[in-house]
């Protein structure tokens, strides 16, 4: 029986491959700017991607403890 590769899911056939916003592009996101329609493609980008969910969570943490002290 042939088992499909590690991480392949059947929809991704139709998915491109993620492209990660840049560095800058995330901490604008953090810190709430941008525009309306780059925020919603940020937003949606780290619904599918652990890495920049994880960045972002991190920066959010991060943001939240400077700013209790």
Do not use: Q
Not at 5 to 27: F, M, V
Not at 47 to 64: E, F, K, P, Q
């Amino acid at each position: 029986m042939l088992r499909p590769a590690h991480g392949w899911r059947p929809d991704s056939i139709r998915d491109p491959p993620l492209k990660c916003p840049s560095d800058s592009e995330l901490a604008s996101f953090v810190e709430r700017g941008g525009d309306l329609i780059r925020r919603a493609r940020i937003e949606d980008h780290i619904h599918r991607c652990d890495t920049c969910r994880r960045a972002i969570a991190l920066a959010v943490y991060s943001v939240g403890s400077g700013n209790s002290r």
